[in-house]
């Protein structure tokens, strides 16, 4: 039942504030309101974030709510908050003034620009109902087209100087990001819009906030609303400047492996007082998968002479080419002689093992030296620390001293041997790798076409290296081994990718390849079907089962084939069956 303030009407509350009734608050939104799921995903980032003294700049007030309870619950000096839909205003303002906030909030009726030379107004279109309305008309639903006037971020950024900013604009932040300055802001709650701008362009946002220091809060972001923070100690790296290009030299440093096995480890470089040396750190996707362990008790044994950080040792082939080797650009242009480079294990089970295949990198790189796993904490007489300059996700392109060390060293003394069409094949890995479904029927098909069918588990890297390098025209079947393809290949090489699972993996080999190599990958997904195994299980062991008429197409359509070879036969229930047992259901 409604209550009542004074004389107004309030039909919902959430988090201390009324909402008082207007046409926006339906029966349904009143009740999400009250049970604190209308934009709860914001709210709860808000509260986590704003601190006593903020100054919070929110974009895209809606009906107010967000920004009211951020005022009222979060005591920042001042909100200011920006809503482009004329309609909302006098709406916003009632909730202002019934929960007695109207000095600490302020609605303005502008929209916020941040490109330079921005238009005295711009275009707004209103739906029937005003969730979605945007500056970007992105579907066939009817809308109100308004003008509404502009207001210049970079004068709002001066002369309100946010330290918050919330952010829900129906798409509009795509080209708010390309060009606002985020100095000073040391917290954002932003939800995407992937319908307006599509997954790349949410992937761009997501690399902005990355690039300009913010580190997303894992347990209050989702795939489209992030809460962030930022921290220079914790900043993510970035392939053109900052900590990923930089090193340091350490006396006394402490070096600490992960004591359990897990996806986030505690582990890493120590000052010798203990300080956490953040710039030791691994990152995936701007997020951090090693963070600051407990300093060490007890006496530490010392490990004697200048030592090389390596970070953390990995036994995947893919993760080690991309993860592993990333502080090696060090080794080029080193000032003074190391006496090996140091690791932590991945998964403190396999001890201070180094496999050939890991050892061989490092000597492919000009570097004859040890390679040492770390098992139990210890202090190393001098420690030069690089900068992560490689990795996955925004890292992928690598630094420029990372690609110029992989262009002069690796493997700078094999020379090219091998055919020069070349098919990477997986069908020798254990089923339930992540195979494709028709990869035999496929080998025979392109062996036809004078394809040497070729499986990388079956020779050592210096071979690898060599075959990779004659190769000029490649088609592989999508995983790890175009990692180190790109790292060797010629630019003149074609590549063509043959996607086996939905993944952004495959994003990542495709940036590898363009920015190491220079190649463009002509990416094939054609796909019948996805099979996983039974239960839960990563995408990364799940099989795709390959559409072989539409493969076919896709090939010769690349150049890749003969156009007038036979027909491919689409692969039979039998045969599908025959190689996924009874271990495997279809992927919705």
Not at 123 to 138: A, C, K, M, P, V
Not at 370 to 389: A, D, F, K, M, N
Not at 507 to 519: C, D, P, V, W
Not at 552 to 578: C, H, K, M, N, R
Request: proline letters at 7%.
């Amino acid at each position: 039942m409604a209550s009542r303030t004074g004389s107004t009407k309030h039909v919902a509350e959430c988090h201390g504030v009324k909402v008082p009734d207007s046409p926006m608050i339906t029966p349904e939104r009143a009740a999400r309101i009250n049970a604190a799921r209308y934009e709860g995903q914001e709210i709860a980032g808000a509260l986590e974030v704003i601190r006593p003294g903020d100054r919070v700049l929110e974009m895209g007030a809606g009906i107010g709510l967000v920004g009211a309870i951020a005022a009222l619950n979060g005591a920042p000096e001042k909100v200011l908050s920006f809503e482009a839909n004329p309609g909302l205003i006098q709406h916003i303002n009632a909730l202002y003034r019934l929960n007695k906030l109207q000095d600490r909030i302020e609605v303005r009726n502008e929209v916020l620009i941040s490109a330079p030379n921005p238009p005295a107004h711009m275009s707004f279109h209103i739906r029937n109902s005003y969730l979605g309305s945007s500056l970007i008309d992105t579907d066939k639903r009817t809308t109100t087209q308004v003008e509404v006037p502009t207001a210049r971020y970079d004068e709002v950024h001066r002369d309100f100087a946010p330290t918050v900013l919330l952010m829900d604009i129906e798409g509009g932040e795509l080209e708010f990001l390309r060009h606002a300055s985020l100095e000073g802001i040391r917290a954002i709650v932003i939800e995407f819009h992937p319908a307006a701008y599509g997954k790349e362009g949410m992937r761009e946002c997501k690399s902005v906030l990355e690039r300009a220091g913010f580190a997303k809060v894992p347990e209050l972001c989702t795939r489209q609303v992030w809460t962030c923070t930022f921290d220079p100690a914790l900043r993510p790296p970035v392939p053109d400047t900052g900590w990923s290009c930089a090193q340091q030299t350490l006396e006394g440093a402490i070096v600490v492996p992960p004591a359990d096995t897990g996806f986030v480890q505690p582990s890493g470089v120590l000052e010798r007082t203990g300080s956490y040396v953040a710039s030791g750190a691994l990152w995936r996707n701007g997020r951090a998968l090693t963070v600051a362990p407990p300093m060490p008790e007890g006496d530490l044994p010392l490990r004697k002479g200048t030592w090389l950080w390596g970070g953390v040792l990995w036994a995947h082939f893919g993760h080690f080419l991309v993860e592993s080797t990333a502080r090696l650009w060090a080794l080029e242009g080193l000032e003074k002689k190391i006496d090996g480079i140091l690791y932590v294990p991945k998964r403190p089970k396999t001890g201070d093992e180094v496999k050939p295949f890991q050892t061989d990198f490092v000597t492919l790189m000009g570097c004859d030296l040890p390679v040492v796993s770390v098992t139990t904490p210890e202090r190393v007489e001098e420690l030069i620390v690089p900068g992560q300059g490689f990795g996955l996700g925004t890292m992928i392109t690598g630094t420029q001293a990372f690609r110029d060390a992989i262009a002069a060293r690796f493997g700078q003394d094999v020379p090219a041997d091998g055919p020069e069409k070349l098919y990477i094949s997986r069908s020798g890995l254990p089923s339930g790798r992540g195979n494709l479904i028709g990869e035999v029927e496929l080998e025979a098909h392109l062996a036809e076409q004078g394809y040497t069918i070729y499986h990388p588990e079956k020779h050592d890297l210096r071979s690898q290296v060599a075959t990779y390098k004659a190769a000029r025209q490649v088609i592989a079947a999508e995983g790890s081994a175009l990692h180190l393809l790109a790292m060797v290949a010629d630019p003149a090489a074609q590549v063509a990718i043959v996607v086996r699972r939905p993944s952004g993996a495959t994003r990542n080999l495709e940036q590898h390849l363009t920015s190491f190599a220079g190649i463009t990958p002509l990416t094939i997904t054609q796909l019948s079907r996805s099979w996983k195994p039974l239960g839960a299980a990563k995408p990364r062991l799940w099989m795709g089962e390959l559409d072989m008429p539409a493969l076919q197409t896709a090939l010769a359509d690349g150049g890749f084939i003969s156009d007038s070879a036979d027909p491919w036969a689409a692969l039979t229930p039998e045969a599908v069956q025959e190689k996924l047992g009874d271990r495997f259901e279809e992927v919705a």
